[in-house]
């Protein structure tokens, strides 16, 4: 009887070992609980008690570790300190922003700007009406820019705050602030991007042109590289980016492409882009495997709508050549000459359109983006007339280069006017190109204020 009554005095009963959805958790009302001789369990064992309501999930030893307790808050401490030092540097890099954009004076202008649009004759010089409606749109969404950024540091402001009077950590409420401190950080260089961009045409979209140089097919593929490059970045960008010419080479790549970046800043940001690229790697088309180095020219000019483009052309300075596009577009491009191509004879600058199906509409675009061209010729250069230009072409060849892109026997992407550079060359060739964008539109800030500081 003895033996029978015993175990069901006895302080613990062991039951058999069984899956349980709380094993990495420790429950006890009572000090810690040491169980001595007991075999480690690579399963879950429930202590009970018949004199307390104690239940203990026990788990690995690893997991009982005290030390092991210690050391994981301790991390989750140091996350949020450095979080919250991350919050004051962004409360105050937002404050001094908002504090050099003078929002009070945006106020004023958006004021002015409406009223000169309810004016009985703001509609008769259309041209102007479109212009002050952009200037307002852009001035409230500034506004409206300055707003969320001092909502969004203080929706991060919230969760520290929150966190420091709570007794524990949540590290849900960490992550959602570093996603939003992360996302603002983003946000913030991107304005202060765009504050370096005053030039007249900035704002608008871009169209790069994209030319194969020296090397042969070596640059021909080069030049389908660079293609891509750009194409992703206005991916990446959230632009509408479509590529409306493409001249393939004999063997691989391309010996010319066109492509059309629509969205704000655009042109800004890809004006620095102009020049000329060489890449250094082993060969793909050398049969020793040899290392080559090629090179192709990159142009970039506004994209302007026909109404915008203020800019007359005398017809004796153009010389204008049709072809035959080819590719697709059926019977109408193979056989009709729809291609144009125009000179301008006094600086030499040419264009060549073939995207659409209509010889007339090929040469109202290429026009159009010949004088797109003729105009940052002449915004360069500081003329007065397009008669005095002379602007070179982009050559691309050695000497001229404006970035190097090593791929062999090392990897290395390096701007050869800020001194910008990165090993990463494949996220480089991917798209991200902020980095170089940057750093050129910092030199050229820092540039033009040396030099009107020296005039």
């Known amino acids: 009887m003895e033996a029978i009554v015993r175990p069901l005095f006895s302080s613990t009963t062991l039951l058999p070992p069984r899956p349980s959805p709380f094993c990495n958790y420790i429950i ?55 979080l919250r030092k ?18 009070q004076q945006l106020e004023k202008e958006v004021a002015a700007l409406e009223l ?56 849900g409420l960490l992550e959602e602030a570093a996603g939003i401190i992360k996302e603002l950080s983003k946000a913030l260089d991107r304005f202060e991007l765009t504050q370096l961009l005053s030039g007249p045409y900035d704002k608008e979209g871009a169209v790069i042109n994209i030319t194969a140089g020296a090397g042969g097919t070596d640059a021909q593929d080069w030049a389908d ?61 050398n049969a020793k495997g040899l290392r080559q180095t090629s090179f192709s020219g990159v142009e970039v000019m506004p994209l302007l709508p026909e109404e915008s483009v203020g800019v007359e052309i005398p017809e004796e300075d153009l010389e204008i050549s049709f072809s035959r596009a080819g ?29 659409e199906r209509s010889q007339l509409a090929n040469k109202i675009k290429a026009l159009s983006r010949l004088k797109a061209k003729l105009l940052v010729i002449a915004e360069e250069q500081r003329a007065s007339e397009i008669k005095q230009i002379r602007g070179d072409a982009v050559k691309a060849e050695w000497g001229q280069q404006i970035r190097n892109y090593v791929f062999h026997p090392y990897k290395l992407v390096k701007d050869v006017r ?7 060359i494949a996220s480089v060739m991917d798209g991200e190109l902020d980095t170089f964008i940057k750093a050129y539109l910092k030199f050229k800030y820092s540039k033009a204020i040396s030099e009107s500081g020296t005039n």
């Open 28 to 82: 006890c009302n009572k000090p810690p609980c040491f169980l001595s001789q007991t075999p480690t369990l690579s399963t879950t064992l429930f202590v009970r008690s018949h004199f307390h309501s104690s239940v203990i999930f026990a788990v690995r030893e690893s997991q009982l570790s005290e030390g092991a307790g210690t050391d994981a808050r301790e991390w989750v401490m140091q996350d949020f300190y450095t």
């Open 225 to 285: 590289m660079l293609l891509r490059m750009y194409v992703r970045w206005g991916e990446k960008q959230r632009y509408k980016t479509r590529v409306v010419e493409k001249s393939p080479g004999e063997e691989a790549g391309i010996k010319s492409a066109t492509i059309e970046v629509e969205g704000r800043y655009a042109y800004g940001y890809l004006s620095g882009e102009k020049g000329t690229h060489r890449i250094v790697r082993q060969s793909p088309f």
């Open 116 to 171: 000169k649009a309810a004016g009985n004759s703001f509609w008769d010089d259309r041209a102007q009406a479109q212009e002050t409606l952009q200037a307002l749109t852009d001035v409230k969404d500034k506004i409206n820019l300055l707003k969320e950024f001092k909502t969004k540091v203080e929706d991060a402001e919230t969760i520290v705050k929150l966190t420091e009077e709570m007794d524990s950590i949540d590290a």
């Open 327 to 355: 590719g697709k577009g059926g019977q109408n491009v193979n056989k009709v000459e729809t291609a144009v191509r125009i000179t301008h004879i006094p600086t030499g600058v040419s264009v060549r359109c073939t995207e």
């Open 418 to 424: 800020t001194g910008v550079e990165t090993s990463d």
């Open 86 to 103: 991350d919050v004051e540097n962004a409360t105050e890099r937002v404050e001094e922003i908002r504090a050099a954009a003078c929002l």
